[in-house]
């Protein structure tokens, strides 16, 4: 039933090799929550820009938030399968493009950070053009929407204040972060997404980084 295939062993390889491998976390949690536009029919459209010059990727705060963001999302536990990951667990093996196909009669949302069609065509294309649907590009586009809304990858952060603010700059993006004023997603009520406790995720977070955040 799975097609070959197309992200060949050398490209994980190099992947591995810049970001580093992919610890495996077993969690409850489905990949159930749309991202990015996250509604089926549409969604948000980032509001703040970002620079069309000089764009940097993979830098010292992205790789134990973009680990972060994975997690709530529900692909972190897929290891390097993350990338083949659609709505609700439905796996798929092109990773040329966005297999732009709504699961279960659900959502389109696929890959590590369950990008939304209209999201990659429409806002990250543009910027980046990224020449596939691959490991690098998924995580170049998930940093560069993690800038586009405002939060800095520069460096990790030291305090709770700082994750709290950048989960509810993020919010908006991925419905499973929690906004600090509700503890709940951004699209809560609408019968689809639901978001992690931030407890789980600063938990989670703080793994990553190898330290304690200060109150």
């Known amino acids: 039933q799975l097609e070959d295939l197309k992200t060949t062993q050398q490209e994980i390889s190099d992947f591995r090799?810049?970001?580093?491998?992919?610890?495996?976390?077993?969690n409850t949690n489905t990949a159930t929550n749309t991202s990015t536009e996250t509604s089926t029919t549409g969604g948000v459209t980032p509001s703040s820009g970002g620079s069309s010059t000089a764009m940097q990727f993979n830098k010292p705060g992205w790789k134990s938030l973009g680990a972060t963001i994975k997690f709530a999302e529900g692909t972190f536990k897929q290891?390097?399968?993350?990338?083949n990951t659609g709505y609700g667990y439905n796996m798929f093996e092109d990773l040329s493009k966005h297999p732009d196909k709504v699961f279960n009669n659900t959502s389109a949302a696929a890959g590590a950070y369950q990008f939304m069609p209209k999201t990659w065509k429409t806002v990250v294309q543009p910027k980046l053009n990224l020449p596939d649907f691959g490991p690098q590009s998924q995580e170049k586009a998930g940093e560069y929407l993690t800038?586009?809304?405002?939060?800095?990858?520069?460096?990790?952060?030291k305090t709770v204040s700082e994750l709290r603010s950048a989960f509810d700059k993020l919010a908006p993006e991925w419905a499973s972060i929690p906004l600090s004023s509700t503890g709940k997603s951004y699209y809560d009520g609408d019968g689809i997404n639901s978001a992690r406790s931030f407890a789980s995720l600063r938990d989670f977070y703080e793994k990553q980084v190898g330290y304690k955040l200060i109150d």
């Open 147 to 157: 800038n586009y809304r405002g939060v800095q990858t520069d460096k990790p952060f």
């Open 79 to 83: 290891g390097d399968r993350a990338y």
């Open 17 to 26: 090799d810049k970001y580093g491998s992919l610890d495996k976390l077993t």
